[in-house]
């Protein structure tokens, strides 16, 4: 039987924390679907400000993504610090970030450029330049744009400066007095919000410093779902849930970026806290899909993009909305089925921590060893 569980580093699952991601990337997939089909769809969209809400939408899925990043890489951090458990050691922090996030990331840079390069969509050597500063995460910095080859990895390249400040940033859980720290995280949270109105330019937005009130929303969720972890389930919760989710798609774009990142976190916190949230977005399916969002980001686009090539003609009727659901309903299955056998051949691969160490043994094996001589180091 195919796994599609994801591996944890920790060992640690927490379902509705993949339930959230399965929202995330649903709503970043529903605007990418819906900006394709206006811009080359076979009928014919009548441009309105919902346009522009979805495009929000989309990129709340994004800033939702970068909470949970925050509260994940946190938590560890948190232990630590204000209970006392093991301190992180750092080389195996950026290794583990390495081995687990880079392989695909790379594959699928890779396969972009092939796509683009033999559809004659872009030249190879224009392209190459492009390729490598998109590698070492630096394409918006250089730039000033997003990727020209896969323009989603913008935001991987916010998370990788994030994933540098971490060890430094969750010094702040060193404060001992519990709401002293929580009261200084929420101060940063502001102000980082508030320096983030007043600073213009894509390569400004591009980075970590634009969306670090997210980040640090999703540090100072950790510390009080650490502190909360055993008390018990509240129907109260699923309101606040509710509330959350319906003053999200309310807000305007000049609201979000002050009033998203505490938004977030109570998301969280509730999701977490509530009885029928936290069923629901525990639930195995729904789970699955949302640890595979790491592979659905990379790839859904150029699938998309590649697969309505031959789809979007499909219609019936001249009305938008129909036509929408039609093509919803024919290529989101498909691409869904494509990156299940992405994630189960590259990704899943490499959330196991062992794998550079079994890698290194297929080649570099001691020829008197025999060759059905189980690896040791799987049962450390």
Known sequence: MIKIQRITSSGTFLPEIDGLRFAAILMVIIVHLHASLVHNGAVLSPLTGRDMELNLWSKRGV???FVISGFILGLPFARHYIYGDAPIRLKKYFLRRLTRLEPPYIINLLFCFAVLVGAHQMKFGFAIPHLLASMFYLHTLVYGYMSSINGVSWSLEVEV?????????????GIGNTWTRRATLLSCILISSIWGLYFTGHRFHGTVLYYLPYFLAGLLCADFHLSWVKKEKHIAWDLVSVVCWTLMWMMSQQQTHLFLPPLLMVLVISTFRSHIC?????MKWITAIGGMCYTIYLYHYVLISSIGRVLKRVHI???FGAYYVLQASI?????????????????RPC???HWPSELRGRFWRDPGKNMLEPDPSRNS
Request: some cysteine; aromatic content about 16%.
């Open 351 to 353: 959330m196991d921590h």
């Open 317 to 319: 009727g001249n009305n």
């Open 63 to 65: 800033e939702l993504f």
């Open 331 to 347: 290529m989101l299955p498909i691409v869904l089925v494509i990156c299940v056998v992405l994630f189960v051949t590259i990704e």
């Open 278 to 282: 936290s069923r629901f977005f525990s």
């Open 161 to 173: 400066q994030f994933y540098c400040l971490v060890p430094i940033i969750t010094t702040i859980y």
